[in-house]
């Protein structure tokens, strides 16, 4: 059974900072396609950012140059670094498998919001 539990996520200020994890199980953690998505209030889920298998990574415009997504295949665990935080990156954050194109969203999201 596939499980992706979310963390990290909490209340910051604009400006700030914070890092999300994603703990997964029940698949080949170091063969799977990972991405993150967000969902803010009375919206569509947004895709955020991809990394492959490869260790290439995809961001969402909005976020480049703030968010960081990185893999630890030994820990079977999935990051997103989020610097520079502004009220619009205010959302409930998912991990999922698979690409911008074609995700699934398997855990609960962890919510981040920004607000002074």
């Known amino acids: 059974e596939v499980q992706l539990v979310e963390s990290g996520g909490g209340m910051v200020q604009p400006g700030g900072s914070l890092r999300l994890s994603c703990a997964a199980s029940g698949f080949t953690f170091s063969n799977a396609i990972l991405s993150w998505v967000r969902q803010a209030p009375g919206k569509g889920p947004e895709w955020v950012s991809t990394?492959?298998?490869?260790?290439?990574?995809y961001y969402v415009d909005s976020v480049k140059g703030r968010f960081t997504i990185s893999r630890d295949n030994a820990r079977n665990t999935l990051y997103l670094q989020m610097n520079s935080l502004k009220p619009e990156d205010t959302a409930l954050y998912f991990c999922?498998?698979?690409?911008?194109?074609?995700?699934?969203?398997w855990g609960q999201g962890t919510q981040v919001t920004v607000s002074s």
């Open positions: 999922a498998t698979g690409s911008s194109i074609s995700w699934k969203r």
């Open positions: 990394i492959n298998i490869a260790g290439t990574t």
